[in-house]
């Protein structure tokens, strides 16, 4: 499963980013290319990865000429390798071209949060944990990424301030603590709403049990200081490991028994996966 793509977001997102590189028009294209000539362009894969993006690009060439034709050869969250064809268009070359850069740009850091995702996934295979993005996205984009996530295997964290209570260190500093939190919480949020609480050792982890939290996120813990927390814990709660967290400390973070790993840099510094489009 993953979150859907409506046509209002994509357009939405789509129509400002073809304003922001088209402005008034794309004086290259007109200037040099006669109006009345048509094109095939293929999108080819210059590395291996997982393609996330599809139905964006389309709505890019499809806002410049409904009648571009986007014919994906792969599927989306297919695997492709080095030199493999994405997707071939056909039609006049003026939208085209215009849309190239637009089309790309989405496709290429859609398809690296993908690649990205489906590494962490893959490396916890086996465990129990689950690995979750953050609300470190693009402004603007964050449906689009979590989306991409999902594209990639992994699964999302909540989508913004107002779908969850993830109460955070500063939160507890201004209620007067966590137990104070977590009561507040309690009593403004519906009963069909987890209460998650950020807790940074074995005190805070008592106090938030005993305040009724369902959700301890270990924050910026290595995999020793986690593995007895989640022991202590036991069924009490769900445990959640965040900050810090990378390819090469994952693999014992996830053995050390927490139930979700929340990863920002599958979002907010991800590379892009490298994407050209080629016309003839």
């Given at each position: 499963?993953?979150?859907?793509?409506?046509?209002?977001?994509?357009?939405?997102?789509?129509?400002?980013?073809?304003?922001?590189?088209?402005?008034?028009?794309?004086?290259?294209?007109?200037?040099?290319?006669?109006?009345?000539?048509?094109?095939?362009?293929?999108?080819?894969?210059?590395?291996?990865?997982?393609?996330?993006?599809?139905?964006?690009?389309?709505?890019?060439?499809?806002?410049?000429?409904?009648?571009?034709?986007?014919?994906?050869?792969?599927?989306?969250?297919?695997?492709?390798?080095?030199?493999?064809?994405?997707?071939?268009?056909?039609?006049?070359?003026?939208?085209?071209?215009?849309?190239?850069?637009?089309?790309?740009?989405?496709?290429?850091?859609?398809?690296?949060?993908?690649?990205?995702?489906?590494?962490?996934?893959?490396?916890?295979?086996?465990?129990?944990?689950?690995?979750?993005?953050?609300?470190?996205?693009?402004?603007?984009?964050?449906?689009?990424?979590?989306?991409?996530?999902?594209?990639?295997?992994?699964?999302?964290?909540?989508?913004?301030?107002?779908?969850?209570?993830?109460?955070?260190?500063?939160?507890?500093?201004?209620?007067?603590?966590?137990?104070?939190?977590?009561?507040?919480?309690?009593?403004?949020?519906?009963?069909?709403?987890?209460?998650?609480?950020?807790?940074r050792d074995m005190r805070e982890?008592?106090?938030?049990?005993?305040?009724?939290?369902?959700?301890?996120?270990?924050?910026?813990?290595?995999?020793?200081?986690?593995?007895?927390?989640?022991?202590h814990i036991g069924a009490r709660?769900?445990?959640?490991?965040?900050?810090?967290?990378?390819?090469?400390?994952?693999?014992?973070?996830?053995?050390?028994?927490?139930?979700?790993?929340?990863?920002?840099?599958?979002?907010?510094?991800?590379?892009?996966?490298?994407l050209s489009l080629l016309l003839?």
């Amino acid at each position: 499963m993953t979150l859907p793509l409506s046509l209002d977001l994509l357009d939405r997102v789509v129509q400002e980013a073809l304003a922001e590189d088209v402005g008034a028009g794309d004086i290259t294209t007109v200037a040099t290319v006669p109006v009345e000539a048509h094109a095939e362009a293929q999108i080819v894969a210059k590395a291996a990865g997982i393609i996330a993006g599809l139905p964006v690009a389309q709505r890019v060439f499809y806002h410049l000429d409904p009648a571009v034709e986007f014919r994906p050869v792969v599927g989306e969250g297919a695997a492709v390798r080095a030199g493999e064809t994405i997707a071939r268009l056909f039609g006049r070359a003026h939208p085209i071209l215009t849309g190239e850069r637009v089309a790309l740009n989405f496709l290429q850091h859609l398809s690296g949060i993908a690649t990205h995702t489906a590494r962490f996934v893959a490396l916890v295979q086996g465990t129990r944990a689950r690995i979750t993005d953050t609300r470190k996205t693009v402004p603007g984009l964050r449906v689009l990424a979590k989306y991409a996530v999902r594209v990639g295997g992994g699964h999302n964290h909540r989508l913004g301030l107002y779908d969850a209570v993830l109460i955070k260190e500063n939160h507890a500093a201004a209620a007067g603590g966590i137990a104070a939190a977590v009561a507040r919480a309690r009593g403004f949020a519906p009963h069909t709403m987890r209460i998650e609480v950020e807790v940074r050792d074995m005190r805070e982890v008592e106090e938030a049990l005993a305040a009724g939290a369902d959700i301890l996120l270990l924050d910026n813990l290595t995999a020793e200081q986690i593995r007895p927390i989640v022991e202590h814990i036991g069924a009490r709660a769900l445990t959640e490991a965040s900050g810090g967290i990378t390819e090469e400390n994952v693999v014992a973070i996830a053995a050390a028994g927490v139930d979700i790993i929340s990863v920002g840099a599958l979002t907010h510094s991800v590379p892009a996966l490298d994407l050209s489009l080629l016309l003839r």
